[in-house]
């Protein structure tokens, strides 16, 4: 079945030799300058597989472009992907950024398609992410790892009143994060991104 929303024209084109290792290395440093898969990773939200779940979900996406299809590659699955990989971490995001890593990714693919490699290099260049606020929370999980039950580590980023609710960097505490308050403009401001909607709501085929 096939996932709505944009898509690349026609069936899925295929990565030379050449360019698959520099789109392979492409998506490890999407990835690394995701804040809010960084802070899974670092507080072990899934325990000490943390880091391994994270590199599955770097070889999941690799995958998922560069396995020959009859079908075009549509944003919306890859959104799909991402979140799966989130949730293997124990990790929930409300705040747009499976969106705008998404499309990053769909725009770096279409580049490397024509021996483009000019998102590479600028994030080659632009070295790692600084730190960001953003509205996630760890999802709840009979298996959490014990320092995010009993607050010995980095007791400051934990928000008072909630169990598991985490923000990055924020200045001041933050209220509950839910569908309600989320806010509507790209909080990552830092890195140059902007939102982008989802349209996994919309144009769904059957």
């Known amino acids: 079945m096939n996932g709505g929303g944009d898509a690349q024209n026609g069936p899925a084109k295929q990565l030379t030799a050449e360019s698959l290792p520099v789109f392979n290395e492409g998506v490890y440093l999407i990835l690394s300058r995701w804040s809010a898969l960084q802070l899974a990773i670092e507080e072990e939200w899934a325990g000490r597989r943390s880091r391994q779940l994270a590199d599955h979900l ?39 950024s499976v969106e705008e890593v998404a499309e ?45 039950e009993d607050g010995s580590d980095d007791e400051g980023d934990m928000m008072p009143g909630s169990r598991s609710n985490m923000a990055v960097d924020s200045p001041v505490p933050q209220p509950k994060a839910s569908s309600e308050n989320m806010p509507n403009e ?21």
């Not at 690799?62 to 890859?78: C, G, H, N, R, V």
């Not at 290099?121 to 709840?140: V, Y």
């Not at 790209?186 to 144009?203: A, F, I, L, P």
């Open 58 to 96: 770097a070889s999941d996406i690799f995958s998922w472009f560069t396995q020959p299809k009859a079908e075009p590659l549509y944003i919306d699955d890859l959104e799909n992907v991402l979140d799966e990989g989130m949730l293997s971490l124990n990790c929930e995001i409300d705040d747009g």
């Open 104 to 148: 990053k990714l769909m725009i770096m693919h279409e580049e490397c398609l024509e021996g483009d490699y000019s998102s590479v290099e600028k994030l080659r260049r632009a070295g790692p992410a600084a730190g960001t606020q953003q509205h996630i929370r760890q999802a709840s999980n009979d298996d959490n790892d014990d320092s995010s």
């Open 186 to 206: 790209s909080q990552m401001e830092d890195d140059g991104w902007t939102v982008v909607s989802s349209n996994r709501n919309k144009g769904r085929r059957n």
